[in-house]
């Protein structure tokens, strides 16, 4: 499975990195990318099966990230997770309302990125079987 | 305004009593004008005088601070926060060099152990009883290593509180500089064009200098 791992801090790219490899995922199918400008030029480039992304960044943040996804027909159905400090209520509603497949605040556990990212394929698996 | 009504507030001016006893109505106004515009002066000129003060304290708080060894403005504060940022990012990377280090090593030990348990699987023997001890020990450590990675999301998290703060710094340095421009714009002088963003202190003192402050 490749995954784009979108956040300005490296360190946040690693973590995230690093988790998704002890969660079972491929180390070399994991890309990053420091902005949403970035991660949408490489979504573009090449096919990716989800991105995990932060919230606040320079250029583009992630829910313009997210939009801008949901926007393009081509990438609209790919799965997005969001791992963002923003915990406000008008922020996650935001998210919910552009289509975000899951939110996970930080800091959280490895637990927690398994459980989300456990539901986003059960919902994909659900939603695939259905349609 | 009735004249023939006797006015008794002794606080008046005895000049503006006078004037509200006389019948000349346009007289009485441009007195009354007059006065409103002189406390108008002084209230402005008050203000004007409390920006100032604000300003040389601050300046001063800032000298203070440098002899401190701290920074002595807004840029060199910035600096200052980006240095944090930078030295607390190296620190959780060399925190995560070390996890990935270890990870394998503690794989290896797990799998060796392993190893010899398939050999010797006993009970009671000491290789086989240190073997499963070391078992044991690979999992705490690959527990432990996990966390580390985690708590690491620390430094992100404080890093971008750090980046809050600087625009808040900005956002609090600008406002200041608004209300500098709109004091010397109610005291009658003229104002100058839109100040976007002052960022040096000689840009401060020249703003400051325009309203004669």
């Known amino acids: 499975m490749k995954i784009l791992v979108v956040d300005d801090f490296s360190t946040m790219r690693r973590i995230v990195r690093n988790l998704l490899v002890e969660l079972g995922f491929s180390n070399p199918l994991i890309q990053e990318a420091d902005d949403g400008n970035n991660a949408l030029t490489m979504l573009r480039a090449s096919a990716f099966d989800m991105v995990v992304t932060d919230w606040n960044m320079p250029n583009m943040t992630g829910i313009e990230l997210l939009q801008a996804i949901r926007a393009e027909p081509k990438l609209k159905g790919l799965p997005v997770l969001m791992v963002t400090a923003e915990n406000n209520r008008e922020q996650i509603i935001a998210a919910a309302q552009a289509g975000v497949n899951g939110y996970i605040v930080k800091p959280f556990t490895a637990v927690t990125l398994k459980e989300k990212l456990d539901k986003i394929f059960e919902r994909l698996a659900a939603s695939g079987a259905s349609a | ?213």
């Open chain 2, 1 to 213: 305004m009735n004249a023939t009504m006797p006015l008794m507030d002794e606080s008046m001016p005895p000049e503006v009593l006078a004037l509200l006893n006389s019948a000349d109505g346009t007289a009485f106004e441009q007195a009354l004008d007059t006065m409103v515009r002189q406390r108008e002066q002084h209230l402005f000129r008050a203000l004007g005088v409390l920006a100032r003060d604000l300003h040389g304290a601050v300046s001063r708080l800032g000298s203070d601070l440098a002899n401190e060894g701290m920074p002595d403005s807004m840029a060199d504060a910035r600096n200052h926060l980006a240095e944090v940022l930078e030295m607390s990012s190296k620190a959780a990377h060399r925190s995560l060099d070390f996890v990935d280090r270890m990870r394998p090593e503690a794989e290896a030990l797990s799998a060796n152990a392993a190893a010899v348990l398939d050999f010797n699987s006993s009970e009671t023997d000491p290789a086989a009883v240190l073997a499963r001890q070391a078992q044991v020990f690979a999992a705490a450590c690959g527990e432990g290593l996990n966390d580390m990675v985690l708590v690491q999301s620390w430094q992100d998290l404080a890093g971008q509180r750090v980046k809050k703060v600087v625009g808040f710094i900005e956002s609090v340095e600008s406002s200041l500089m608004e209300l500098v421009r709109l004091t010397g714009a109610l005291a009658g002088r003229e104002a100058p064009v839109e100040v976007a963003k002052v960022s040096s202190q000689d840009e401060v003192d020249r703003l400051l200098s325009e309203f004669g402050f």
